[in-house]
């Protein structure tokens, strides 16, 4: 009897010490404090201004995990602070995101990044140029995310389009700020009979996010 008190209790004891790290276990893709101070990091090395803004990344992680997405592609992804954001949201539904950058040396910033993010296993970096390296890659986008040369969106936009997944979503960034630079592009999603879509703005520079409805 008293043997069989002491395994009650004893068995209690470890159920009490593990509540409450359980009850702390974060979800997967929740941002972290120190994936947060990396995000920080990117910013301030930034000198060129390249990456997106918070409001913005914090948009594309949460379209990306509400779609469920799994495929993701990223077409201009510089030192990877926009990669980290889909990527946790990627990390969410058990997605893949690629995402390829032409300049080495943000290339391997971007590698090193998602590194040390954690993401390494969801988020894979390209380095090439995406005209030629997206033809290299197997299957269908669920989601694309288009951060490239502006004037160079709609080129980009007729090579991904046909291998979108019905429902899938066709993002880009600087639709507010870059307007002028992507005309072609802006009238191509805006009058697309397989799309619909909406321009948002979550920071100051505009996202479109384009639904393939058929
Ligand atoms: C505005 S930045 C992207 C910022 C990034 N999305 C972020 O928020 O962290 C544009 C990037 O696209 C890259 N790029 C432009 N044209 C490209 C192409 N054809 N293939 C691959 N990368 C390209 C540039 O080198 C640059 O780093």
């Given at each position: 009897?008293?043997?069989?008190i002491?395994?009650?209790?004893?068995?209690?004891?470890?159920?009490?010490?593990?509540?409450?790290?359980?009850?702390q276990?974060?979800?997967?893709?929740?941002?972290?404090p120190?994936?947060t101070?990396?995000?920080?990091?990117?910013?301030s090395?930034?000198?060129?201004?390249?990456?997106?803004?918070?409001?913005?990344g914090?948009?594309?992680?949460?379209?990306?995990?509400t779609?469920?997405?799994?495929?993701?592609?990223?077409?201009?992804?510089?030192?990877?602070?926009?990669?980290i954001?889909?990527?946790?949201?990627?990390?969410?539904?058990?997605?893949?995101?690629v995402?390829?950058?032409?300049?080495?040396?943000?290339?391997?910033?971007?590698?090193?990044?998602?590194?040390?993010?954690?993401?390494?296993?969801?988020?894979?970096?390209?380095?090439?140029?995406?005209?030629?390296e997206i033809p290299?890659?197997?299957?269908?986008?669920?989601?694309?995310f288009?951060?490239?040369w502006?004037?160079?969106?709609?080129?980009?936009?007729?090579?991904?389009?046909?291998?979108?997944?019905?429902?899938g979503?066709?993002?880009?960034?600087?639709?507010?700020?870059?307007?002028?630079?992507?005309?072609?592009?802006?009238k191509?999603?805006?009058t697309h009979?397989?799309l619909?879509?909406?321009?948002?703005?979550p920071?100051?520079?505009?996202?479109?996010?384009?639904?393939?409805?058929?």
């Amino acid at each position: 009897m008293r043997a069989l008190i002491a395994l009650a209790l004893s068995l209690s004891l470890v159920l009490m010490s593990a509540a409450p790290v359980l009850a702390q276990k974060a979800s997967p893709g929740t941002l972290t404090p120190p994936v947060t101070a990396l995000l920080t990091a990117i910013r301030s090395a930034d000198k060129g201004q390249l990456a997106i803004s918070e409001e913005d990344g914090r948009f594309l992680r949460m379209l990306v995990a509400t779609r469920g997405a799994k495929t993701i592609l990223e077409i201009g992804g510089a030192s990877g602070y926009s990669g980290i954001w889909l990527g946790l949201g990627a990390r969410e539904t058990g997605g893949k995101v690629v995402s390829i950058e032409y300049d080495p040396q943000r290339a391997k910033e971007a590698a090193a990044n998602i590194r040390k993010a954690g993401l390494e296993d969801v988020v894979r970096v390209v380095h090439g140029d995406a005209f030629a390296e997206i033809p290299k890659l197997a299957g269908t986008f669920d989601f694309v995310f288009l951060d490239a040369w502006k004037p160079d969106y709609q080129k980009f936009f007729d090579m991904v389009f046909p291998r979108l997944t019905p429902g899938g979503v066709f993002t880009a960034h600087n639709v507010i700020n870059k307007k002028s630079d992507m005309t072609p592009f802006l009238k191509t999603i805006e009058t697309h009979p397989g799309l619909f879509t909406t321009i948002v703005s979550p920071g100051l520079e505009g996202i479109s996010v384009s639904y393939k409805t058929r």
